[in-house]
Structure formats: C-alpha cells, structure tokens
C-alpha cells in the first residue's frame, strides 16, 4: 500500500512537470464579435431547436433502422441547402474493418459490407486553402432515440447552417454531418482524410452530446484517475458541488485558441464557469502512451469524432456534456427530447456559430455586423 502510493505521488509530480502548457483563461470577447454573438442569439429560439430534434426520425443506425437513417439524410439534406449551403453525399464504408458494437457489451467487432454517408456542406471562403469545420455525427446505438446522442449536437449544427448562410469569410467553412460515430468513427476517419487532401490548413469543432444540464449537487461524474492528470479542474468541479452545469472543451495544443473563443462566447451568454477546459494529451505522445497503462481516464479521452483529426495532427477539440458522466438517459430508449434544456441550446448555438464566424474571419453582410474594416 505504501509502495502504490508512493509510486502515485511520484506519478503525479511528473504529469505537474510533463503538462507544462497551462489551461488557458477565458478572456474577453472584441466588442464586434459579442455583438454578432448576441445578434445570433436573437435569431434563434429553444422552440425552432426542439422542433428539429423532434423531426429527426429515429433511431437512426444503417444496421439496426437504415430506413430512418436514410429519411434523416434527405431531412438535413433539404435544410442544409434551404440555408444556403452546397452540399454532398461522401461515402462511408466499414467494410472489412475493425470497430465495436453498438449495443451489449460494446466490445470489438468487425464489420463487412457495411456502407453510409457523411453529408458535408461547404461555404466556400477566398483563401482556398484554409478550413474551419464543425461536425456532429447522426446515427445512434441500438433502439436509442438519440435526443442527447446526438440530436441535440445535430439541432445546433442546423441552427449554425441558418446564422452563416449568408457569411462571406475567408476561410471556407465546413458543416458535416457524420455517420458512423458510435461503431468506431468510420465517417470521422473518412472525413478528416478528404478534408486534409483538400485544405492545407484547417482547425475542426466535434459538437457531441452537448443537451443536458443539472444545477443538483452530485450529479456531475468524474473518470477514475481524472484528478491525477487534471488537479485544478477536479479542484473546480469539487467547489461547485460537483453539480453537472458546465460544458467540458477537450482540445489539443493547435485548438487552443479555438477552445478558448467558444468559453469566452458561452461566457458571455451564461457566466464564467460555463466550460471547463482540458487539454488533450494526444499531442504528447510519450506522455500520452505512458499515462494510458497507469490512468483510465486518459484512454476515455480518446473518443468522439475528433480523434481522426487528432491522430492526423489536425487542430480539433470537442465539446460535450461529458455523457454518461451526467446524463442518466445516456445510450438508452429513454434519451428523449423532453430531457434536455432548449434555452441552454440556444446559447450553444450562438457561441458555435460566432466562434465559427470568428475562426474563419467571416462576417455576415447588412444582417448582423458591419464588415471588418479593411
């Protein structure tokens, strides 16, 4: 016993000396983008966004509902380019390869013949070579509604596709639609593959189960061994009561700026303590490969449609409600949409589609702010 907490101490003065990039503060917004953030935010309603997560047939999977899956391509397919985007259809195989099930023990399988569809749509911007991508993926596990996982992310996706309709920006701008997710993220891996060929540079947002808040004590989670590697953020979840009120940025080093615009926009819309940010350990590889045989939580931190653009060494974060570390609905019949909180969705909304806005450079003719000055 001695020996293993020892062994523990040493562990964490070396992830202290290892993570020598501190979390970054939430600053303030340019009075010009929290203008545009609080025009987004009038734009929008909790109505207009529950109505499209109540529209979204499901659940939606191409093994166990590949009709309801199919009549919600042609859904967000229409709104996508009733909002002014050029959409396309990527296609999507798990043919042959490895993945995990989506139902039981949700352990390894591989899959054959098994095909989908990414839905990617583009705002072309002038530098041709440069990208700023939101993803939500679409399919759901097993006899699974998916309100939460992952409606709710799709319904803020849609609610982004209406506010930058209009934009012109600099760089193009990315909305897609991914498939696959829960079986081992082929659409993402499919995705940051075409992507990396078409841009130089790009940075990519993973909007994953993002609906659900609590204001009651103990209803926020946290991974075994989270404390060991991320002291000062258990150290916050602690003070609040551990209270699930507060949506999680897990981003790597090049996303950091990203992370820290979306916090400062939510901020403005619902206080301070509103994100809680994690830097990611996929860009320190040792660091990362060795915290991974010692402490659970950093192998949990390996999941969401952002990986594939991490492991590609793209600027990605995800941000999340932290799933079944809060949401007693999470990956059952009874994620539904009377379990989450539209107002709270408005606000996501807003602080992705002006951070969006702000990462492209973009601005949205004579609707919501005066052109940047030249």
């Known amino acids: 016993m001695l020996l293993r907490k020892k062994r523990m101490r040493v562990l964490r003065a070396w992830v202290a000396s290892a993570l020598s990039i501190p979390e970054p503060a939430v600053g303030q917004l340019p009075i010009q983008r929290r203008d545009q953030l609080l025009s987004f935010h009038a734009e929008l309603s909790p109505e207009m966004l529950r109505d499209w997560i109540e529209q979204l047939p499901a659940p939606r999977s191409r093994i166990h509902a590949p009709t309801q899956i199919a009549e919600s391509d042609q859904l967000l397919t229409k709104i996508l380019t009733e909002t002014g985007w050029s959409v396309e259809h990527q296609p999507v195989s798990a043919a042959g390869k490895g993945g995990r099930l989506d139902h039981g023990s949700f352990g390894p399988t591989r899959y054959d ?15 041709p070579d440069r990208a700023v991508v939101l993803l939500a993926h679409q399919d759901t596990v097993k006899d699974s509604p998916g309100a939460n996982d992952n409606g709710s992310a799709l319904a803020v996706l849609l609610a982004t596709a209406r506010l930058l309709g209009a934009a012109r920006s600099r760089s193009t701008i990315v909305l897609a639609v991914t498939d696959m997710e829960e079986i081992g993220m082929f659409g993402a891996h499919a995705l940051a593959t075409e992507l990396r060929r078409r841009f130089r540079s790009m940075v990519a ?18 991974p075994q ?57 996929t860009d320190i ?90």
């Not at 013949?113 to 530098?127: K, S």
């Not at 609906?211 to 004590?217: A, D, F, K, Q, R």
């Not at 060991?228 to 700026?257: I, M, S």
């Not at 969006?356 to 702010?369: E, N, S, V």
């Open 225 to 281: 061994g989270f404390g060991v590697v991320y002291p000062d953020q258990t150290a916050r979840v602690r003070r609040g009561g551990y209270r699930g009120d507060f949506l999680a940025v897990l981003y790597n080093r090049g996303a950091e700026p990203a992370a820290s615009t979306f916090a400062a926009a939510l901020a403005e819309l619902q206080g301070r303590e509103s994100s809680l940010l994690i830097r990611a350990l």
């Open 205 to 222: 947002i993973n909007l994953e189960t993002i609906g659900y808040l609590s204001s009651e004590p103990d209803t926020q989670g946290v």
């Open 285 to 374: 590889p040792i660091v990362s490969g060795i915290l991974r045989g010692f402490v659970p939580v950093v192998a949990q931190l390996f999941r969401g449609d952002q990986v594939p653009f991490w492991e590609a060494g793209v600027p990605a974060l995800q941000i999340t409600d932290t799933a079944n570390m809060r949401y007693p609905q999470y990956h059952t019949p009874n994620d539904t949409p009377e379990h989450l909180n539209y107002e709270h969705l408005r606000d996501v909304a807003a602080a992705t589609s002006m951070t969006l806005a702000a990462l492209a450079d973009a601005w949205i003719p004579a609707r919501h702010q005066r052109p940047p000055p030249a």
């Open 113 to 127: 013949g098994l095909e989908g569809r990414n839905i990617v749509a583009t705002l072309r911007g002038t530098a």
